[in-house]
């Protein structure tokens, strides 16, 4: 009888042992990791989609981008040879221009896709905006403070499409890569 009474007890030290190991394994990971940059820009704009080459402007009297970023793109979004760019005009107002050759976007509002499908058929074209009304079908929001720029395309009767390109901080002259995030849903 004694001798029962061991293992059993031998085996409660052993479960109290195993919970304990258990809750430290979960501390230590809780406290260990901590979010990246990265992690936080995946979980506010959605999963990398794609990169471009980009530039941000080390001369401002020579040209009016604040920035500009190029690629070959082939998404379901977009594809074609794309180049966006935030610019200012000589009054200082800044505007977005989305050029481009033989462009095909499919962001699910007739009138934006067939624009930029025909402007950009044949030959390199570009679409300047400044409307900065937000919550209409077509929205840009540039954000200095986190260098990114996003562009939210809310069609008829779908989740709305928010493409946001990331642009690392200023190098002079010196091409950064840029990432593009691509997230639907339903945005103010």
């Known amino acids: 009888m004694q001798n029962l009474y061991k293992n059993t007890y031998n085996s409660y030290s052993y479960y109290r042992v195993y919970k304990l190991f258990i809750l430290l394994f979960f501390i230590i990971s809780a406290c260990s990791s901590s979010p ?34 190029t690629k070959m793109l082939d998404t379901d979004l977009i594809k074609g ?47 300047d905006s400044y409307e900065r009304s937000l919550g209409n079908e077509f929205d840009w929001i ?23 390109l990331y642009v690392p901080e200023k190098s002079d002259s010196i091409p950064v890569s840029g990432t593009i995030y691509y997230k639907t849903g339903y945005f103010n």
């Not at 990265?38 to 471009?52: H, L, N, S």
């Not at 050759?101 to 058929?121: P, R, W």
């Not at 540039?142 to 946001?164: C, G």
């Open 36 to 69: 990246t940059a990265e992690d936080i820009r995946q979980e506010e704009y959605g999963a990398p989609y794609a990169t471009m080459d980009c530039w941000w402007n080390s001369q401002e009297l020579i040209s009016p981008a604040l920035f500009w970023c």
């Open 81 to 127: 040879y794309v180049s966006l760019a935030i610019e200012e005009d000589l009054e200082g107002k800044q505007y977005l221009s989305i050029c481009g050759k033989e462009v095909t976007l499919n962001s699910g509002y007739n009138l934006h896709d067939t624009l930029i499908a025909t402007m950009t058929q044949y030959t390199y074209s570009c679409y």
């Open 142 to 164: 540039w954000d200095p403070s986190t260098n990114t720029l996003q562009l939210i395309w809310r069609p008829d009767e779908e989740l709305d499409k928010v493409l946001t």
